[in-house]
Nanobody, 121 residues
Framework: QVRLVESGGGLVQPGGSLRLSCTAS????????MNWYRQAPGKQHELVAS???????NYADSLEGRFTISRDNAKNIVYLQMNGLKPEDTADYYCNAHVKRYFGGTYDYYWGQGTQVTVSS
């Protein structure tokens, strides 16, 4: 089956940086868009960034230009570079991807397990 495995989370001080990675593997024929979501304590699930197969990116307005999403199509990896981190960025971060498997003719969304980011002094 298709699996998405995330890494790169951790504890950082305000103003610091982290790069999250998510690797998709399994019986994959093609991947369209890939996305990052987050859920902060006491907050609702929100879309952080998305990127198309061709590399066109979109971001949540609240990020103020601090994050960059990118992907490596040859390796089926999506990244989220996070700079100028703030305490309000503390959350569980999840990736997902719109994936077509070898067996079927449709695309379905798959989710990673999540990685924790904590921004604190």
């Amino acid at each position: 089956q298709v699996r998405l495995v995330e890494s790169g989370g951790g504890l950082v001080q305000p103003g610091g940086s982290l790069r999250l990675s998510c690797t998709a593997s399994g019986t994959i024929s093609s991947i369209n868009d890939m996305n990052w979501y987050r859920q902060a304590p006491g907050k609702q699930h929100e879309l952080v960034a998305s990127i198309s197969r061709g590399g066109s990116a979109n971001y949540a307005d609240s990020l103020e230009g601090r994050f960059t999403i990118s992907r490596d199509n040859a390796k089926n990896i999506v990244y989220l570079q996070m700079n100028g981190l703030k305490p309000e960025d503390t959350a569980d971060y999840y990736c997902n991807a719109h994936v077509k498997r070898y067996f079927g003719g449709t695309y379905d969304y798959y989710w990673g397990q999540g990685t924790q980011v904590t921004v604190s002094s």
